[in-house]
């Protein structure tokens, strides 16, 4: 059975799952925004019981993280540079990212070459989103919290029909109740495309998951990012932007550690 265990690198607080025996590889994983490394519980568990040792970082001013002066002028750089920290700890085979977390991987991976694979989940993208107009209103009520480099905290309504609108209750209202603030900043250099990443240095496999009912990044937008990578597709119609922790997430975690543990043994 897995061990769990909550240590710190570089003051950040990293939850680790450690395997019954030695393991196969070394996994990294990247939350996205309002939440932290517990949002990994369910599957980096399930990896752990499955011979992996998996590191589940939360990142700099969230919960009882990395203090910070400002959150709100928090950048996607400085997320970067947490899992850059991490990584030089961990010395991860791979890193696995959802959401803004999927961004944050893809820049880390640029500077780490020695990766086995990079695996995001439902991710940010590299360039401005493509918004339907009701996400659009959704969103414009959070410009003052976005220019203004202020701390951001959806409301719960919005957050769930936007993140958790594949979840039913009582699930949705438990998870909500356990989201933070993130920062104004890093969501406005995702939402305008401004964190650019160099593909010609993810020279590792790239994979990226894709749920088809994803309310906040469509299905288009993921296909772009595989196109730009060179990557894998792997889709799931009905599963949303939570494809990790979603019901029928087993699947999602059984194919994944196909995938991993192929190029785990070269393949």
Known sequence: MAHRSTTRIADLSVDVYEPAGPPKAVLVFSHGAWVGGWIWETFADWFADHGYLCYCPTWRGRYNSK??????????????????????????????????????AMKAAEALPELKGLILMNPAPPFM?????????????????????????P???????MILNNVAEPEASEFYKK?????????????????????????????????????????????????MLGAELDEYPAMSHHTFSENGWEQVAQATEQWIASKVNGS
């Open 155 to 161: 409301a719960e309504e919005d957050y769930k029909e």
């Open 67 to 104: 203090p910070v002066a400002d959150l709100g002028a928090v950048s996607i750089y400085d997320f970067v540079e947490d899992a850059l920290d991490v990584a030089r700890s961990a010395k991860p085979d791979f890193l696995i990212g959802e959401s803004l977390g999927g961004l944050i």
């Open 129 to 153: 989103v493509p918004v339907k107009l009701a996400v659009l209103r959704k969103q414009f009520k959070y410009m003052g919290d976005l220019l203004g480099k202020k701390p951001n905290l």
């Open 179 to 227: 989201i933070c603030p993130d920062s104004g900043r890093a969501l406005m250099e995702a939402s305008l495309g401004r964190i650019k990443v160099d593909a010609g240095k993810l020279t590792m496999p790239v994979r990226v998951i894709v749920g088809h009912l994803d309310a906040l990044l469509p299905p288009k937008v993921h296909h772009r990012v595989a196109r």
